[in-house]
């Protein structure tokens, strides 16, 4: 069975950090690209970083950039979200998102195939 489970989410206030983790099973995890995306209340799901298969490439958003980290570690099968600086608008549901694909990692939801649960992060000012 393939799956994506996030943790580490919680309440920080601003200025805080917090470090995500998605741990993967069922797939071959070193054929994938990895990424996080989030949803805040009444909003799209928004691209915020994401990783290339060998770790070799990041992609972040604008609005992280700077401020999150995206890592993985393809012996445990895990990626991980380092999170920084955490500013109100950061509070959202960050999930975690698996697209096999062996080049740059993309932006765009509907390119990933397997998706975790969400975990909640949010950002008291």
């Known amino acids: 069975q393939v799956q994506l489970v996030e943790s580490g989410g919680g309440l920080v206030q601003a200025g805080g950090s917090l470090r995500l983790s998605c741990a993967a099973s069922?797939?071959?995890?070193?054929?994938?690209?990895m990424a996080w995306f989030r949803q805040a209340p009444g909003k799209e799901r928004e691209f915020v970083a994401a990783?290339?298969?060998?770790?070799?490439?990041?992609v972040y958003a604008d609005s992280v950039k700077g401020r999150f980290a995206v890592s993985r570690d393809n012996a445990k099968n895990t990626v991980s979200l380092q999170m920084n600086s955490l500013k109100p608008e950061d509070t959202a549901v960050y999930y975690c998102?698996?697209?096999?694909?062996?080049?740059?990692?993309?932006?765009?939801?509907?390119?990933?195939?397997?998706w975790g649960q969400g975990t909640q992060v949010t950002v008291s000012s």
């Open positions: 998102a698996a697209d096999r694909n062996l080049g740059i990692p993309t932006r765009r939801p509907y390119d990933y195939d397997v």
């Open positions: 069922g797939l071959s995890f070193g054929w994938y690209a």
């Open positions: 990783i290339d298969w060998s770790a070799g490439r990041t």
